[in-house]
């Protein structure tokens, strides 16, 4: 009995020595591993690696740049049955432990000791915070140690929620996806209100192996995981048996999911990224900034829209360059793999990759990527004679036999009614740019036909020759001389003797016709280049230079000669909507923009647009320049909340109101009666632009605006002097697209009159003449000048009689 005692005490001697010699070598393995454990402070400040989001100015996304997908959320923000999923599959204990698992650590331990080998036992979602935050992956006793004594330290400092809350947005869940927010988008497209209980339950499998494990990878692995967290939300209360087997049999639906931009604006958010990274760096991927631009989401779409109809009509004109490729396909009535055999072309332009499956006499099934089997009738198929060059086609076809072969890939248009065409990628190029002409705000901008196939933006970046849609600028100038609208200038021809022209000069009018002496406001309206020639040798070439630069263009950029009078210059479209702006806004030069804000990770605001607005009744400084910074004419601070300034900047007055709107009245013509008639359609009477084509036919503009909004076309080619082809005007290539964009831009608008400033007066003149008229001389029109510079009386008119006529 006594040496039972004896033994019994021993042992509890041993077990009490242990117990302190473990409790030793805990309080020493912390006061070594303390000093090196980082504050849980930092936790409270975190700042998670976030990507460059890009919106338009109310509120649409743009795009997202970044190489992590990350879209940060509240503990609040997250639906229980996601946090429900983590906690049964990752840590059923979560809510009752104090960060560590004491029977995880024990399980591990005896492991261990009869093994000799480590597992990952006893990790919690506390102690997977403190390795994702602060430590690495390497599998070493002192990482061990250090992520529990962090995880308890995390537990006595941050609240069970607010643990959740950064392990839900920290943890990498596959294919570039950090947390839960960005995993739903990912996989499902969606956002995590709106996820279902069988793909909560496959996203919450894949912490254990997120890039092997995911059902894009591994769809089998994928859907095992999937049932043992749908087994440890039965096991653990969560779900019913009836939820349980509804979401086991669950189809798998998972696919990858770009971020969804809801407005197509790609080169104007290239412009915001570009800026960003110039800026801040790399950090511009990572810092969470929100960048909110001036793009308007409603003409944006329209824009786009307009740009691809206007270049796949111009395409069609010049015929059918064959097919992408051909495939030697089976006999028909075989099992074929159609949707393999179109993967491999992109879609470009809103066009669909497809390949011709069975011709009839006129018309042709196709297997059209992202759309199935689909067929194109003779309407969508008789346009397309063979190209032969850019000013030549085949005969009309007859057949469909005539135009392509079975096997043959190509694309197709898809109409808005919904009927199919055969299509094919432009061989031109076009760019639209629309701002708002009192602040200068871009509204909408498209610099190509298809971003994913050139990023070269054309609004901003391709200098082009305006031709005749510059004239506008050096008739401005020519009022400002002492001439009006009124002024005859003799529509003949000229031979320019330049000591800056190589050769002698003999330009031509577009119809290469004569008519005499012509009045400035009809010379403007037909585009009569002989007459321009003849106004620009008038007030002189450096005088019109000098007075360009009014308009905010650069004389560096305009040739010192008079070929300036026929568009010789080389703009760029968005140039030219700055220098338009100024006739829309009655004489003020503002500077385009397109930040309107920037927002940091935290919510701070760094930068908030203050651009110079056009004022009618505000004194401002005439001899202030202006220039285009890469955002906008705008104040910034680094400063946390920053506050934008109250009171407006005013935009230099470049001419006068009065110039302004006689000019506005001289382009109101051109779209009436002149180059632009087919405006006329639109059915408004606020509209005012001007056509331009250059040498060759290379370039094609229209530019124009009402009250509301300037928007300035331009199509040609990457190569400056590659020809449209014969015939390819302002008129016809770049007037429709301007047309086809400001009709439903302007829906609903009210239609205002361009404000007549004080000092116009109205006098009847003589249309030959341009000379002042009496009120009762037949044939006489209305004009409209400068008060104080009306044109001399015209002689009085003999009757039949020989008495006079007044």
């Known amino acids: 009995m006594k040496r039972s005692l004896k033994t019994l005490y021993v042992g509890l001697g041993v077990f009490a020595a242990l117990c302190g010699l473990g409790v030793l070598a805990v309080i020493v393995a912390y006061l070594v591993v303390a000093p090196s454990l980082p504050s849980v402070a930092v936790l409270k400040d975190i700042h998670l690696q976030v990507p460059l989001r890009v919106y338009s100015r109310d509120g649409e996304l743009l795009a997202v740049y970044g190489e992590k997908r990350r879209i940060p959320l509240d503990y609040a923000q997250i639906p229980k049955p996601v946090i429900d999923a983590f906690v049964a599959a990752e840590d059923e204990h979560y809510w009752d432990h104090p960060g560590v698992s ?6 591990a331990a005896i492991h261990l000791a009869l093994t000799g080998q480590k597992t990952e036992g006893g990790g919690t979602i506390t102690m997977q915070v403190a390795r994702n935050f602060f430590l690495t992956r390497e599998k070493t006793y002192t990482r061990k140690l250090k992520e529990v004594f962090l995880a308890l330290k995390i537990e006595r400092e941050l609240s069970k929620q607010d643990i959740l809350d950064l392990y839900l947005n920290k943890i990498y869940l596959g294919n570039r ?9 990912v996989y499902y497209g969606s956002d995590v209100n709106h996820l279902t209980l069988p793909q909560i339950a496959m996203i919450a499998g894949l912490p254990k192996a997120p890039s092997t494990d995911n059902p894009l990878v591994n769809p089998q692995r994928a859907l095992v995981r999937r049932g043992y967290v749908l087994g440890r939300m ?9 939820q349980y087997q509804q979401a086991m049999t669950a189809p798998m639906t998972a696919s990858y999911h770009e971020p969804t931009a809801t407005v197509n604006a790609p080169y104007l958010a290239e412009m915001v990224r570009d800026y960003m990274v110039n800026k801040y760096g790399d950090d511009a991927y990572t810092a969470g900034y929100s960048v909110v631009t001036t793009i308007d989401s409603r003409l944006q779409p329209l824009a786009i829209n307009a740009v691809r109809r206007g270049l796949l009509a111009y395409d069609q004109r010049h015929g059918w360059r064959g097919a992408l490729a051909h495939i030697d396909l089976p006999p028909a009535g075989g099992p074929t793999d159609w949707a393999k055999l179109v993967a491999d072309e992109p879609h470009v332009g809103g066009l669909y990759p497809a390949i011709a499956v069975k011709l009839e006499n006129q018309s042709v099934q196709f297997y059209a990527d992202a759309a199935g089997l689909v067929t194109v009738n003779w309407d969508g198929l008789k346009w397309a004679r063979r190209y032969l060059n850019v000013n030549a086609t085949g005969p009309a076809p007859t057949t469909a036999s005539s135009i392509l072969k079975r096997g043959d890939i190509v694309y197709l248009e898809r109409a808005a009614d919904g009927s199919w065409f055969l299509s094919q990628i ?4 076009a760019a639209l740019v629309c701002i708002d002409p009192f602040d200068g ?3 909408a901008l498209v ?6 196939q050139s990023k070269f933006n054309r609004a901003v970046q391709a200098q082009r020759q305006p031709g005749s849609s510059f004239k506008p600028f050096y008739y401005s100038a020519a009022l400002e001389d ?9 529509d003949a021809p000229v031979v320019v003797q330049d000591p800056a022209l190589a050769n002698i000069w003999r330009p031509q009018n577009y119809e290469n016709e004569f008519g005499g002496p012509t009045r400035l406001r009809m010379a403007l309206a037909h585009s009569l280049n002989l007459v321009s020639i003849r106004v620009l040798q008038q007030i002189g070439v450096p005088y019109a230079i000098n007075y360009a630069t009014k308009f905010g263009f650069d004389a560096a950029d305009l040739p010192d000669n008079l070929t300036l009078a026929l568009g010789s210059a080389s703009l760029t479209p968005l140039e030219m909507a700055r220098g338009y702006a100024v006739f829309a806004n009655h004489g003020f030069r503002v500077t385009p923009y397109y930040i309107q804000s920037i927002v940091d990770g935290s919510g701070h605001l760094l930068f908030a647009a203050d651009p110079q607005v056009a004022c009618d009744s505000c004194s401002v400084d005439t001899t202030a320049a202006t220039s285009v910074p890469a955002p906008a004419a705008a104040s910034s601070t680094g400063a946390a909340n920053a506050v934008p300034p109250q009171m407006p900047q005013f935009a230099p007055q470049a001419i006068t109101p009065q110039n302004a709107w006689l000019m506005t009245s001289m382009l109101q013509s ?6 632009g008639a087919a405006v006329a359609s639109l059915g408004r009477s606020d509209l005012a632009g001007k056509t331009g084509t250059s040498n060759d036919w290379s370039n094609a503009w229209f530019d124009g605006f009402n009250n509301d909004i300037v928007t300035v076309v331009w199509v040609g080619n990457d190569q400056p002097s590659q020809s449209l082809g014969d015939g390819e005007q302002g008129a016809k290539a770049a007037l429709p697209i301007w047309m086809d964009f400001m009709g439903p831009a302007l829906h609903d608008v009210p239609q205002l009159p361009f404000l007549e400033p004080p000092g116009i007066v109205q006098a009847r003149i003589d249309p030959k003449t341009g000379l002042l008229a009496g009120a009762n001389d037949p044939g006489s029109i209305f004009e409209y000048f400068l008060a104080g510079h009306l044109p001399p009386k015209a002689p009085p008119k003999k009757q039949a009689n020989g008495s006079d006529i007044f």
């Open 670 to 675: 051109v779209v009436q009666f002149g180059t």
């Open 177 to 185: 996806a950090y947390g839960v927010g960005a995993a739903a988008e």
């Open 234 to 242: 039965l096991a653990d209360g969560y779900i019913t048996q009836q």
């Open 447 to 452: 610099g190509g036909f298809d971003f994913g």
């Open 102 to 107: 004491i029977r995880g650590l024990l399980r």
């Open 441 to 443: 705000a871009i509204a």
């Open 482 to 490: 002492g001439l009006t609208a009124a002024t005859v200038i003799n």
């Open 426 to 429: 432009p061989t031109a190029q």
